[in-house]
């Protein structure tokens, strides 16, 4: 996995907004996928009085208890507010980027992996072999934004869309041999996030 462009991305991204104008900028985090172990971090800015152009960017180098769940993604996201940028409703339309390692979660997961057929992806072939590959997608998405005082804000958002993914499948979680590969076309949530924004 290439962490290394992402950051790049990431940081080139920020140095492009450094001589923006004060509140037109916002650095965030989502607390969901900090939460499940996934470090995030987000760079927000206003092209418009209506719309900004948000980038972020997660990463998971870890194992859970000798399982695979390692990836990192990047998605771009343009949106367009309904009444002024960083404050209220938004609609946006974003692109997924990324690469995975993941799987091979034996009991783990319990009875929940067993019947987890979720729009036409059966999540349940992920206990008993590890999948490694990429994907590539775009959604649309809704948000709030809350303002809660002249740097801070707290954004909901859900989004949904289509995800084309490629993966070789492994027998374990530590196995060099491939036992297949194969690709999938995933429909369903692409973007779920509870994000802390600091604005300047």
């Not at 998605?75 to 946006?92: D, N, T």
């Not at 994907?135 to 740097?151: C, E, R, T």
Request: glycine share 14%.
């Amino acid at each position: 996995m290439n962490i290394r462009k992402t950051l790049t991305l990431i940081g080139l991204t920020l140095l492009m907004t450094i001589g923006a104008k004060a509140q037109n900028v916002g650095i965030k985090t989502n607390l969901i996928s900090d939460a499940v172990t996934s470090p995030n971090l987000g760079v927000e800015f206003r092209m418009t009085p209506k719309w900004t152009f948000d980038l972020s960017g997660q990463v998971n180098m870890w194992n859970i208890h000798q399982r695979r769940w390692r990836h990192w993604m990047v998605q771009p996201e343009a949106r367009i507010w309904i009444c002024e940028a960083f404050q209220g409703s938004f609609f946006g339309f974003h692109a997924i980027g990324g690469q995975y390692n993941i799987g091979h979660f034996g009991n783990f997961g319990g009875k929940f992996l067993d019947h987890l057929n979720f729009l036409g992806s059966d999540f349940s072939k992920l206990k008993d072999h590890r999948y490694q590959g990429w994907g590539v997608g775009a959604g649309v998405a809704y948000g709030y934004a809350w303002m809660l005082g002249k740097h801070w804000n707290l954004e909901l958002e859900l989004g949904v869309g289509w995800i084309y993914t490629w993966y070789d499948r492994y027998p374990c979680g530590e196995c060099g041999t491939k036992d297949g590969n194969g690709h999938h076309n995933y429909f369903g949530p692409t973007k779920f996030s509870f994000a802390v924004e600091y604005l300047f």
